[in-house]
């Protein structure tokens, strides 16, 4: 079974300002997608930005970038330039390369203040 | 339709009475799924749809849970005699067949057990 853990229930940032936030995950899988995705008020999942475990490189998306470590099987995302419609739940997530059901962890709450 | 459309918005029933949540997925998506999200957690599978394939049901919590696609396209969750701990934001997402990493998601049901 994949368990994913995201370490920080709340997180706040100035706007304009960077912020990390944290998630890892447990697996014996070799293959695999990791994603964010953004939940804001209107509860729709949005995703962020996806990963391909078999890629080394980082993910990049406009402002939202990862660092994806996979030996110590850690996914951070990174926000820069932080705007106020950052505000919103975040959630890391996992799937297996064969799979099709999404493993989520319980999600940081980001507030990005004036 | 454009998007995933999910049905009721809201809805709040008494304990013990039976309630549909609805899903209408995006024309052509061959996948669909349902999660539920609890309060404070993360998503959690419940059930996975793809074409004429039987269904995946291995997330149900309960019997009392049930769930059918009606044509390859509208699906139907269905709980029985509903209970407090049932109270939870349902999701649904469709995807294509070929990328079950590009789910879309609608904007829930949120169900509250009184």
């Known amino acids: 079974a994949q368990t994913v853990t995201q370490s920080q229930p709340e997180m706040s940032v100035q706007e304009a300002e960077t912020v990390t936030l944290s998630c890892t995950y447990d697996t014996s899988e070799s293959n695999y997608y990791l994603f964010w995705y953004k939940q804001p008020p209107s509860r729709q999942m949005i995703l962020v930005i996806r990963q391909e475990a078999y890629k080394q490189q980082n993910a990049t998306e406009n402002r939202f970038s990862v660092n994806f470590q996979k030996a110590a099987k850690s996914f951070s995302l990174k926000i820069s330039d932080s705007q106020l419609g950052d505000t919103a739940m975040y959630f890391c997530?996992?799937?297996?390369?064969?799979?099709?059901?999404?493993?989520f962890g319980k999600g940081t709450s980001l507030l990005v203040t004036p | 339709g454009a998007g995933v459309s999910q049905s009721p918005s809201n809805k709040v029933t008494e304990k013990g009475k039976d309630v549909e949540l609805r899903c209408d997925p995006i024309?052509?998506?061959?996948?669909l799924y349902w999660y539920r999200q609890s309060l404070g957690q993360g998503l959690e599978f419940l059930i996975y749809f793809q074409g004429n394939s039987a269904p995946d049901k291995s997330g149900l919590p309960s019997d009392r849970f049930s769930a059918e696609r009606t044509g390859g396209s509208v699906s139907t969750l269905t709980i029985q005699r509903t209970q407090q701990e049932d109270s939870a934001v349902y999701l649904c997402a469709s995807s294509t067949r070929g990328q079950p990493y590009g789910y879309t998601f609608g904007s829930g049901t949120r169900l509250t057990v009184v």
């Open positions: 997530a996992f799937m297996k390369l064969s799979g099709y059901a999404l493993n």
């Open positions: 024309s052509g998506h061959t996948a």
